[in-house]
């Protein structure tokens, strides 16, 4: 099958078409993550701050953990 000059024209169109849509497409999704980006920002600080808080709890528990077993294993010994 031949195309002629139209058809080449209305393919060349429709690939255009297709090309901006998916140029706009790409540039509303970085607009979205831009605009997200603070909140995402706000949400890691948050997460942090909240395992900076677990392992401040989790060492005190060692060490309260190690000094009544210290305590314990001297106590048993006789010493």
């Known amino acids: 099958m031949y195309y002629n000059d139209w058809m080449f024209m209305r393919i060349a ?7 901006m ?4 497409h790409e540039r ?3 607009q979205v993550e831009l605009a ?3 909140q995402r920002h706000q949400v890691y600080h948050g997460l ?10 989790g060492e005190r ?3 309260r953990h ?3 077993h ?3 294993s001297n106590h048993t010994m006789g010493g």
């Open 70 to 72: 210290r305590q314990t």
């Open 61 to 63: 528990l060692q060490a």
């Open 28 to 30: 509303l999704v970085r």
């Open 36 to 38: 997200n980006h603070p």
């Open 21 to 24: 849509r998916e140029l706009e």
């Open 48 to 57: 942090a701050w909240v395992g900076r808080l677990l392992v401040r709890s």
């Open 13 to 19: 169109e429709e690939r255009r078409r297709d090309l």
């Open 66 to 68: 190690a000094m009544t």
